[in-house]
Each structure stands twice: as structure tokens, then as C-alpha cells.
């Protein structure tokens, strides 16, 4: 489940060996040419002993359309035993990697929504919240959600939906999580944290070539994720994966202006996976291609 993508988190899905758990039936990147939103629809196998899944950023959300199961889902030591349930959708935590396990029955089926994290930091710019504390959502939408409910299954069969559609519903998803289910944490003065965010973003400027996480990030500064993250938005205007991206353009730029590189070469400089994914990063910050940035 990795694509060519400058905006999903997917990265840490390297490796993941998706056939051992699941047959993909849908895919709204490859069979509906979405970027704004990512849709699959999934039948799993009865049995898992040990399901590992990733951490990454974006919000992640689950919804069992069939079958039953008994669920135990660990995370940093601590398991949680759950159900399986048709119609009951769950939000997976961002940046938090989980071990699940599960016996259930032969016709578990699902659909599972990935929102951009870019998407819902734009969605809490407009609302003028800060970081939202994702445990009390996910706790909030596991209460059940009717609305949430029909939004998700009907994105698993979208029909012949386009791009704005897909854009739209990501929006749509953003708002209302964070609107019916997030807490938004007050925001509050980052002086005293301002040597961090300086260590942070000397951390960034250091590690431009290489792949960073935010659990990296809060470590090397010594704050947890969250706080990290509210400390370094209300010093910069910018999430710390914004930050990083816009330095890595900005480098790009640079190479671009100052070298004939091709973007192939480019690209692994300034930490992007592939040419594909420098542009795509290029055009959403700068408003022009490479090339056309070069030729000016």
C-alpha cells in the first residue's frame, strides 16, 4: 500500500506485507485516480496471530461492513481487547504503531478512509483550534457516529466520483472529526519553549536528506508528539511536516537555480522518494513545475 504520494504518509507501509492479511476489492488511487483522498475497501483473512501496523500521520479510519470478531490491539506495551462490529467505525490513532491480533469469521470485510494530515492542519487553521487530542476523538467516534457511518460507506463505492468529489469528502471528514469529535487543545505562549523549536528546526535543517518522523523530532528535543507539535506550530505557523517540506523546497529551488541536476538526482537530496513526489510538493508550494521554475 505504498504510492507515489507527497501528501499521505505512507512511507512507514514499506515492507508491510499486505497479502498475508488482506485481498484489496477497491482502490480509489488506482481505480478512481484520487489524490485528495485515499479509499480502499478490504476482505480479511479469520485469523491474525500478529498484525503489525505502522505509524503514520494521517488520520485513519476503520469500518467493518461484515463479519465478527474478537480484537486485541496493543500499543507501547498496553492491550486492548475490543470487537469487531459492522457498522461501528474506528479511528486509529496518528503516529502511534500498533500490534493487533484477532480471531473472527470468514466474511470480514471493511473500508478504510486515509485523510491527509495536511488536510486536517488546514481543517484546525480555519477552526482556530490547536493540536487535537486524537486519544478523546477516537474514544468520541467509537461511540458511534450515524453520520460518519454513511459518509464512510458511501465512499467505498463511490461510482464514477472525480477529484473535487474526493477533495470535498476529505474536507467534509476533517471538519466534522474535529468539529463533533475533537477537544482541540488551547493553544498557549511558546517562550519558554523556543531553545526546542530552535533545536527542532536545527534537527530538521541536518536531517533534510533523511526520512524523519515526529517521534524522531520529539525525541531529539525531549517533549512528547503532541506537545511538539503545539509548541512548534505556535512558534513557526507551521506543523513540523510543513516545516520540513517547505526547507526541502526551498532546497530544491536552490539546486534547481544553481545546478543543471536532473530532478532524478534532485529529488533524493532533499528528501523526497522520488522525482514524482518533488514535483508534486513543488507545484502545491511554489504554483509551478520544476522545469518551468528552472527555465524562469
Request: proline share 4%.
Given at each position: 500500500m505504498v504510492f507515489d504520494s507527497a501528501?499521505?504518509?505512507?512511507?512507514?507501509?514499506?515492507?508491510?506485507?499486505?497479502?498475508?492479511?488482506?485481498?484489496r476489492t477497491f482502490c480509489s488511487w488506482e481505480d478512481a485516480g484520487w489524490r485528495s483522498l485515499l479509499v480502499q475497501?478490504?476482505?480479511?483473512?479469520p485469523v491474525a496471530e500478529e498484525l503489525a501496523l505502522p505509524a503514520a500521520a494521517d488520520l485513519h479510519l476503520v469500518l467493518p461492513v461484515s463479519g465478527r470478531a474478537e480484537l486485541e490491539t496493543r500499543a507501547g506495551g498496553r492491550a486492548v481487547r475490543d470487537r469487531w462490529l459492522p457498522g461501528r467505525v474506528?479511528?486509529?490513532?496518528?503516529?502511534?504503531?500498533?500490534?493487533r491480533r484477532y480471531r473472527g469469521d470468514a466474511d470480514m470485510r471493511s473500508v478504510q478512509v486515509h485523510i491527509p494530515r495536511d488536510t486536517v492542519d488546514s481543517a484546525v487553521a480555519r477552526l482556530g483550534g490547536d493540536v487535537p487530542d486524537f486519544e478523546a476523538m477516537a474514544a468520541s467516534v467509537a461511540a458511534g457516529d450515524p453520520l460518519l457511518e454513511a459518509a464512510v460507506r458511501a465512499l467505498g463505492s463511490p461510482g464514477g466520483a472525480d477529484e473535487l468529489y474526493a477533495e470535498s469528502a476529505a474536507a467534509f471528514l476533517a471538519t466534522h472529526l474535529l468539529t463533533r469529535h475533537g477537544r482541540l487543545r488551547p493553544g498557549g505562549s511558546p517562550g519558554r519553549e523556543d531553545a526546542r523549536v530552535r533545536a527542532a528546526v536545527a534537527f530538521l535543517r541536518e536531517r533534510l536528506a533523511e526520512p524523519v518522523t515526529l517521534a524522531d523530532l520529539a525525541g531529539e528535543v525531549h517533549l512528547s508528539v503532541y506537545h511538539l507539535v503545539r509548541v512548534f506550530r505556535a512558534a513557526t505557523g507551521r506543523t513540523p511536516h510543513r516545516f520540513l517540506t517547505e526547507?526541502?523546497?526551498?532546497?530544491?529551488?536552490?539546486?534547481?537555480?544553481?545546478?543543471?541536476?536532473?530532478?532524478?538526482r534532485i529529488a533524493p537530496r532533499c528528501g523526497f522518494a522520488s522525482a514524482g513526489a518533488l514535483s508534486a510538493a513543488f507545484v502545491r508550494h511554489v504554483g509551478a513545475r520544476p522545469s518551468a521554475y528552472r527555465n524562469s
Open positions: 501528501r499521505f504518509d505512507l512511507r512507514p507501509y514499506t515492507g508491510f506485507e499486505t497479502d498475508r492479511f488482506v485481498r475497501r478490504f476482505e480479511h483473512i474506528q479511528l486509529g490513532l496518528p503516529h502511534q504503531a500498533v500490534v526547507l526541502r523546497v526551498e532546497e530544491a529551488k536552490r539546486l534547481l537555480r544553481e545546478t543543471d541536476l536532473a530532478l532524478e
